[in-house]
């Protein structure tokens, strides 16, 4: 031992309260630092080291200006979990983590999922510390930072908002109290809504919203301008969501601080001559900074006698309560909207506002406030609208649904907001401007139509000019064989007499029936034997049953796969025809996945079972059978459930076999089921093991969520499940897709990568589409996988969506030219 280091200890061994800084700003691997030992960064800006809040006899480990003679700390480890003494000791393992012990109890680590051969933990002269690789070049490329976990402070270069790649919430939170650094509930909060937006949170309530970015500042900060002390950015792309400073002269030493005991956020600035912390800014800085202080539709007005107003058009709700000065009610409009005459609507411009809470908001990016207008009129739900970025001559397009709320308006500042109004509350000008407006409506829509009748009868001239041998290879039973029952040899499969069957089923009674799809009804029954049989049987009136049953037949009989439903014989006896499989004890996946009491019994490990099951059943059809098979009809109605929970997929009535090298197939008769169906598909006919793998997709969602992906709606704008995940998925809240159910059993790196499987499967090209070999390989490894580009969005928008039928209609789809027969079933 040096002597340096044995005088520290015998100093610190005398004089307890003596504190060391050693000259160095890193700790090598199995290095430590004990209470009494600080590290100082290489400039001497700050200082880590362990300390005690005024009035405490706690611990911990934190950082604070060096400096500075008033201790500020920017930062703490071990808020949640204090040390009680002295002997406390931070240590680099050899993982790349810091561990803080307390004797030999972990008090606080890091989760670091990076490794390096030389990790080394270094204070930087920015405040951060982090965790690297001293060999790696790049000098950020961090194991682990403290700056992705801020206390109550936000230093310059600090983000505040999310990291989307790996769903982490970069937010700042109060002290309990000057003396209790554990976390308050007063923090700041970004949320990503489609107009993403920003907080000030008392727990789980709205206190102070700072509103949305709007391309130049906070829309409830418009003073948030060009000045000597700082420059500011905010960042919103897939992978990232934040806001950022940095000091324009690096001498100044400024923070952001959110505090509990005011309830405040503080911009504070040290004035080195006069030794003090001074407020720059803070917020809220006056009442019409509170969240919705004048309830709905009303507008607060710091400088009017009365500071709360409804907007034009408005009236109180409650005239004596908002006489009263108690607004929260807010304001009702003087004229009703009537959704059925959408179009007499116009619009009033309202100038010099904070814009309305974005919680539900759309946003197009790609179209200016004409396009804008324009959109927002055509939807009754639109009550208003303004450029998503007002730099320069403005840009870009955000509409509001629901009640405007958390409006304020400001004397020299704000921005342009149009509120929708029923006609009549429109002035002369607006409804001449409206006038002319309805007219290029008219005339552009029926330009629109024109085209589309066009395009459609060039559609339908060709489709009916187009010769396809559709079903070429489909079993053809000869009319001999309808009569008297086929041909055993010729079906290579056991006949079954007609009198057998309606013993086992006790005459197809009732009590009996376990479903029914587009085939027919389906029957439970019982052999002689002992064995128990599921029969599917032809309904009669059914325009499509024949050419299923002889497809069926024809292609399940030649297949073997433990994840296939195994077909053990039918009946063809005058205008009966039937087919008789096993019979699986826990029916169907949709029976138990989509009913509340019954899918908590598939916990995650049995949900997952079920994907690898379902992935190599389908697998064994496109790749490892003899004969490649299109299932074309993929959905949770179709993977059966046998006694251990194991899938089988059933239902081959509309499969098609491909031959040789050949890889896609087209169809005029789209047959397949509303919300499964690959886009290309759906609009086309055009039909490969591509689209297959998107049906698998689906599926995926459905089984991690416990939702239906026909007729799933969210607040009416995320039309389906697919929508809905890929929502979630570029905001880094992917987690938030999985259902309760199995919340306590997952194992949420498998779940994850389930969700990023499915929303590779469901890639809008089919060309981006993994193959079920890969996807096999996917589910049961983990390599590193591709990020999914955007889904294929096919939404059918009558009310015959969510529901499963037979028959035949004309659809245009959604591209607006394709003309196509779709049948669902």
Request: hydrophobic share 35%; with cysteine.
């Amino acid at each position: 031992m040096d002597v340096l280091s044995l005088l520290i200890i015998v100093a610190y061994i005398l004089i307890p309260s003596l504190k060391f800084s050693i000259a160095v700003d890193t700790i090598l691997l199995s290095q430590s630092i004990s209470d009494g030992i600080t590290l100082v960064s290489q400039g001497g800006k700050f200082e880590l080291g362990f300390f005690s809040p005024e009035n405490s006899n706690k611990r911990y480990l934190g950082i604070w200006y060096k400096n500075i003679q008033i201790q500020t700390v920017v930062w703490v480890a071990n808020g949640v979990n204090a040390i009680n003494d002295s002997s406390g000791i931070l240590t680099l393992n050899s993982t790349c983590n810091l561990v803080l012990r307390q004797h030999d109890e972990v008090v606080w680590y890091t989760t670091s999922e990076k490794q390096a051969q030389n990790p080394v933990a270094q204070l930087l002269d920015s405040g951060n510390l982090v965790v690297r690789d001293k060999s790696e070049e790049n000098p950020k490329a961090y194991l682990w930072q403290s700056f992705d976990y801020p206390s109550d402070t936000a230093l310059p270069g600090m983000k505040l908002g999310w990291n989307l790649r790996i769903g982490l919430n970069w937010r700042m939170t109060s002290w309990k109290s000057p003396y209790d650094p554990s976390p308050g509930d007063f923090y700041w909060g970004s949320f990503l809504y489609n107009y993403p937006e920003v907080y000030l949170m008392k727990g789980t309530e709205k206190y102070v919203r700072i509103g949305p970015w709007n391309g130049l500042y906070f829309s409830g900060i418009p003073d948030q301008k060009p000045n000597p002390i700082y420059d500011f950015i905010f960042i919103s792309n897939k992978d990232e969501m934040y806001y950022m400073y940095s000091l324009k002269n690096v001498s100044v030493i400024s923070r952001l601080v959110v505090n509990q005991t005011t309830s405040m956020c503080y911009r504070y600035v040290w004035m080195e001559d006069e030794q003090i912390w001074k407020v720059y800014k803070s917020l809220p800085k006056d009442n019409c900074d509170y969240y919705r202080l004048c309830g709905a539709y009303g507008t607060c007005i710091i400088t009017g006698s009365q500071i709360c107003q409804c907007l034009r058009g408005f009236s109180p709700k409650s005239p004596e309560a908002w006489n009263s000065s108690d607004w929260t009610q807010g304001c009702v409009r003087n004229k009703p909207l009537n959704c059925t005459e959408k179009l007499k609507d116009g619009f009033v411009k309202v100038e010099g506002v904070k814009v309305p809470d974005t919680t539900q908001t759309l946003v197009d990016e790609t179209i200016g406030l004409d396009e804008c207008r324009f959109k927002c009129l055509n939807n009754c739900s639109c009550m208003a609208y303004t450029n998503s970025d007002v730099a320069g001559a403005g840009s870009g397009c955000v509409m509001w649904f629901g009640d405007l709320i958390d409006i304020r308006q400001f004397q020299d500042a704000g921005q342009e907001l149009y509120i929708r109004m029923d006609a009549s509350e429109l002035g002369k000008e607006e409804q001449d401007g409206h006038k002319k407006e309805l007219t290029i409506i008219v005339a552009t829509t029926i330009a629109i139509i024109s085209v589309m009748l066009f395009v459609g009868c060039c559609r339908i001239y060709i489709a009916r000019r187009r010769i396809t041998a559709e079903n070429s290879d489909i079993l053809e039973l000869t009319e001999g064989d309808q009569n008297r029952g086929g041909s055993e040899d010729d079906l290579d499969l056991p006949f079954l007499d007609l009198s057998t069957i309606v013993t086992a089923t006790d005459n197809f009674s009732i009590k009996n029936k376990i479903g029914e799809g587009g085939f027919g009804p389906v029957y439970k029954g019982k052999l002689v034997t002992g064995q128990e049989i599921a029969v599917k049987r032809l309904s009669r009136s059914s325009g499509q049953g024949m050419t299923e049953f002889k497809n069926e037949v024809k292609l399940i009989a030649k297949l073997q796969h433990r994840n296939l439903v195994k077909l053990l014989g039918c009946c063809i006896q005058g205008q009966d025809r039937m087919l008789v499989y096993e019979y699986m004890t826990n029916r169907s996946l949709d029976w138990l996945i989509f009913d509340e009491s019954k899918s908590k019994l598939l916990d995650w490990p049995k949900r997952f079972n079920i994907i690898c099951g379902i992935a190599r059943g389908l697998l064994y059809l496109h790749q490892d059978s003899r004969l490649r098979i299109i299932h074309r009809d993929l959905k949770t109605s179709n993977v059966l459930l046998d006694d251990k929970l194991n899938p089988k997929i059933s239902d081959f009535g509309i499969a098609r076999i491909f031959g040789g090298d050949q890889t896609e197939g087209n169809t005029k008769r789209v047959a397949g089921t509303y919300g499964y169906m690959a886009p290309e598909y759906a609009a086309d006919g055009l039909f490969s093991m591509k689209s297959d793998v998107f049906s698998f997709g689906i599926l995926l969602l459905e089984i991690i969520s416990g939702k239906r992906s026909r007729g799933f709606y969210l607040e009416n704008h995320t039309p389906n499940l697919v929508t809905h995940a890929w929502s979630l998925w570029k905001e880094g809240r992917a987690l938030e897709l999985i259902d309760s159910n199995i919340e306590y059993s997952c194992v949420l790196s498998e779940v994850l990568r389930c969700i990023h499987v499915s929303l590779l499967c469901v890639q809008q090209y089919p060309e981006d589409r993994p193959v079920m070999s890969s996807v096999v390989l996917m589910l049961g490894s983990e390599s590193e996988l591709a990020e999914p580009k955007e889904p294929g969005f096919y939404v059918k928008k009558d009310s015959d969506a969510a529901t499963s039928y037979s028959g035949r209609s004309e659809m245009i789809s959604t591209n607006g030219i394709t003309i196509t027969l779709l049948e669902a079933r």
